[in-house]
């Protein structure tokens, strides 16, 4: 399949120590999630493939919450407290950036969907393909 053509996009937390880039295509899609953490911070979801996620300085500013069965890896900046992106359980071959946490360009298209993370058993296969090679 064909490589979709991309443009780096960078982000990072409130103060600064962690900062990451990320290729995008010009429109993506971003899932509202009303689970219990996501509904608390506001988090809005980004899903990439790894490949496409590069930590560009902060790696010791980072802290790791994990819960229920311990596969998502939430990463914070232990400085501000921002969760600017994770490995999130639905997709641990990825990461889930938070759009919030982009300098996104004006030229990026943001298509918004609801995601019910609060019946995550029930929908999270629906993400799956977000972190393939192909996304």
């Known amino acids: 399949m ?19 880039e990320v290729r995008l295509a010009s429109s993506i899609t971003v899932q509202h999630c ?11 979801h980004l899903i990439v493939p790894a ?3 590069r930590l560009i300085h902060g790696e010791e500013s980072l802290t790791e ?22 490995v999130p359980r639905s997709n641990p071959d990825g990461f889930s950036i938070n759009l919030r946490c982009l300098v996104l360009p004006q030229n990026v298209t943001v298509i918004e969907e609801q995601f019910d ?17 192909d996304s």
């Open 2 to 20: 064909e490589e979709v053509e991309t443009i780096k996009v960078r982000g990072g937390c409130h103060c600064g120590k962690v900062a990451f």
């Open 65 to 86: 919450y994990t819960f229920n069965t311990g596969v998502a890896r939430h990463l914070f900046c232990r400085v501000c407290g921002v969760k600017s992106f994770y």
């Open 117 to 133: 993370g609060r019946n995550w058993e029930l929908h999270a296969e629906g993400l799956k393909h977000l972190s393939g090679s």
């Open 34 to 44: 009303n689970c219990s953490i996501c509904s608390m911070v506001g988090f809005v």
């Open 51 to 53: 490949k496409r996620f």
